[in-house]
T-cell receptor, first 113, second 116 residues
Framework: AQTVTQSQPEMSVQEAETVTLSCTYD???????LFWYKQPPSRQMILVIR??????QNATENRFSVNFQKAAKSFSLKISDSQLGDTAMYFC??????????FGTGTRLTVIP | GAGVSQSPSNKVTEKGKDVELRCDPI?????LYWYRQSLGQGLEFLIY????????KSGLPSDRFSAERTGGSVSTLTIQRTQQEDSAVYLC??????????????FGDGTRLSIL
C-alpha cells in the first residue's frame, strides 16, 4: 500500500522568509515519483516540483526546492523568499506504477505581509 | 482550449437525484483523470482514461459512480442516487500522455457538489 503523510495541517511564514513543508511517504515500489502540488483558493491544482526517485540530486524550480531523503522516505519542500501568491494548500504526492497519484492531506500555507 | 474546463463549477442537488459532471480536457491530451476531494482531505483517485484503452475504474467508490469519455475527448462523471457523503469537489485532470511520470497532470477548477 502507498501512503503519504503531511504532519503540518497549517503553517505561516512572513513574506520574503523561507519555509519548509514536511512530507513522509511509504511505498514498496522501487521506481516512483514524488511531486508537490499547490492549490490556491481558485481550486486549480498546479504542479510545483517533481522528483524522480532514482535521481539523487534534489529537484529545484526557482524559489522551490526539495530535500529528498530516500532511505528515510522523506520529501520536504522549501520555499525561499516567500511571496503572497504562495498562499495555498500544498499537497505532497506519490506516483507509483499505477495510473494514479496518492495525495497527502495537505498543508495550508499562509504568507503574511 | 487553453486549460482543462469543468462544468458546472457548483452544483447543489437533493439527495437521491442523479448528477452529471463534465470535463473538457486540454486539446490533444490522451490521458484524463477524475479525482474527488472531500473537505479537508487530499485527492482521491476515481477513474483514469487513456486513449482508446479500457478505463481504470479501480477508484470508483460504488456502482452509483460511472464515467465515460466520448471520442477520446470530453468526459462525463455520473453519480446516481446521490448521497450526502458524495458532497465534495470533483477534479478532472488531463495529461498529454498516460502515466504520471511522463507529463504533469493539468487540473481543472473542479465542480463543487453539495447534496442536501
Amino acid at each position: 500500500a502507498q501512503t503519504v503523510t503531511q504532519s503540518q495541517p497549517e503553517m505561516s511564514v512572513q513574506e520574503a522568509e523561507t519555509v519548509t513543508l514536511s512530507c513522509t511517504y511509504d511505498t514498496s515500489e522501487n521506481n516512483y515519483y514524488l511531486f508537490w502540488y499547490k492549490q490556491p483558493p481558485s481550486r486549480q491544482m498546479i504542479l510545483v516540483i517533481r522528483q524522480e526517485a532514482y535521481k539523487q540530486q534534489n529537484a529545484t524550480e526557482n524559489r522551490f526546492s526539495v530535500n529528498f531523503q530516500k532511505a528515510a522516505k522523506s520529501f520536504s519542500l522549501k520555499i525561499s523568499d516567500s511571496q503572497l501568491g504562495d498562499t495555498a494548500m500544498y499537497f505532497c504526492t506519490l506516483g507509483t506504477g499505477a495510473n494514479n497519484l496518492f495525495f497527502g492531506t495537505g498543508t495550508r500555507l499562509t504568507v503574511i505581509p | 482550449g487553453a486549460g482543462v474546463s469543468q462544468s458546472p463549477s457548483n452544483k447543489v442537488t437533493e439527495k437521491g437525484k442523479d448528477v452529471e459532471l463534465r470535463c473538457d480536457p486540454i486539446s490533444g491530451h490522451t490521458a484524463l483523470y477524475w479525482y474527488r476531494q472531500s473537505l479537508g482531505q487530499g485527492l482521491e483517485f476515481l477513474i483514469y482514461f487513456q486513449g482508446n484503452s479500457a478505463p481504470d475504474k479501480s477508484g470508483l467508490p460504488s456502482d452509483r459512480f460511472s464515467a465515460e469519455r466520448t471520442g477520446g475527448s470530453v468526459s462525463t462523471l455520473t453519480i446516481q442516487r446521490t448521497q450526502q457523503e458524495d458532497s465534495a469537489v470533483y477534479l478532472c485532470a488531463s495529461s498529454s500522455r498516460g502515466g504520471y511520470s511522463n507529463q504533469p497532470q493539468h487540473f481543472g477548477d473542479g465542480t463543487r457538489l453539495s447534496i442536501l
